[in-house]
């Protein structure tokens, strides 16, 4: 994936940056250049914790055997600094060809003294460690038109086709005193769970642009959102296992793949300063964005799409096959800043 980008991005930005005459030889004009521009963007966005449940903790117990007042912990993945690329073509006038990839990474992890989970209650020294490691790439092609009211308005109406892959993976140990007649071990109990999302499919979208000030023609404010339908693969794999033992006690829990239906939503909104200046090659446009992005999967993740079947209550047929989990959303909000550099026409 890092090598594809390299090559795409590097290929575009020489393209963008040959000679008036290269561009004559083939087009006849410089109008190619000037209907190009090139985007970056730095985004510092924080995941949902949807699901990242670890185990609980005792505030106070409670007589009579019932569970006390529990207080559940959470893995909170905090905003991290990513990135997306891309460009934009005008064409036939006021509409534009758009490409743009995004990238995103982030982690959290918890350490925890006297928590229940993974199945087991609490012992003499007990410690219970957890970490989540979540990814997202998404590919967006687009057209685009721009519905230009006056000079103080501009609505950008697009359809697009995306491609979106998102992984989710936490590990979990718990780690406790196990008596036994030579004094006792550490016992440790690791579980690992992996959700994964593939999907494409297609999508709408529209941003208003208003220019309110007539002293400051260059600023503005943006808004607008996007939103898919993608046609999803889901792939979810849980494994357990203890290593205290000779022959150590597992399972694993590895559904089939599934598919599903996931709809995303995608809002922006913001401040943004466009500008043009002259150049050799006839004129080039400056624009520089400020804005906040709410974006969210909902059900995406499935955890296996396996249903819970409860025993039927007849003695002798006590086990009923494993419920993974229900589906539950994922998505990530905070502030971006965009660059967005090309010809006059761009």
Not at 21 to 45: I, K, M, R
Request: a negative charge.
């Amino acid at each position: 994936m890092k090598k594809t980008l390299k090559v795409t991005f590097g290929t575009m930005l020489a393209v963008s940056m040959v000679t008036p005459a290269y561009a004559q030889n083939f087009l006849g004009e410089t109008d190619f250049l000037n209907n190009l521009s090139v985007f970056v963007e730095g985004n510092y966005t924080k995941p949902s914790n949807n699901g990242l449940s670890v185990g609980d903790l005792l505030v106070t117990p409670s007589a009579g055997g019932l569970d006390g007042w529990r207080r559940q912990v959470f893995l909170n993945p905090e905003n991290e600094w990513d990135y997306a690329l891309g460009f934009t073509y005008r064409y036939c006038g006021d509409s534009r060809l758009i490409l743009r990839y995004d990238h995103y990474d982030a982690s959290d992890d918890t350490t925890n003294i006297d928590i229940r989970n993974i199945g087991f209650a609490p012992a003499p020294d007990t410690a219970g460690y957890a970490i989540v490691q979540e990814n997202q790439h998404e590919w967006l092609l687009g057209l685009a038109h721009s519905l230009g009211f006056d000079q103080g308005f501009n609505l950008d109406l697009m359809a697009f086709l995306a491609q979106d892959k998102l992984d989710v993976s936490l590990q979990e140990t718990q780690t406790q005193f196990v008596a036994n007649q030579g004094g006792g071990v550490f016992a440790h109990y690791h579980r690992t769970t992996e959700n994964t999302m593939e999907g494409f499919g297609p999508g709408l979208g529209a941003m208003a642009q208003v220019y309110p000030f007539r002293c400051m023609q260059n600023w503005g404010f943006f808004a607008g959102g996007r939103t898919a339908l993608l046609y999803a693969r889901n792939s979810y794999q849980q494994s357990f296992y203890e290593n205290n033992s000779v022959t150590p006690a597992f399972y694993v829990y590895d559904p089939e793949d599934s598919h599903s239906i996931v709809t995303k939503l995608d809002i922006s909104f913001g401040l943004n300063y466009h500008c043009g200046f002259r150049h050799d090659l006839g004129g080039a446009m400056f624009d520089i964005a400020l804005g906040m992005r709410y974006m969210n999967m909902f059900n995406v993740l499935k955890n296996g799409n396996a249903a819970y079947n409860p025993p039927n209550g007849f003695a002798g047929i006590a086990n009923f096959a494993a419920n993974t989990g229900w589906p539950q959303d994922w998505g990530r909000f905070g502030p971006f800043l965009t660059f967005r550099f090309g010809g006059a026409n761009a």
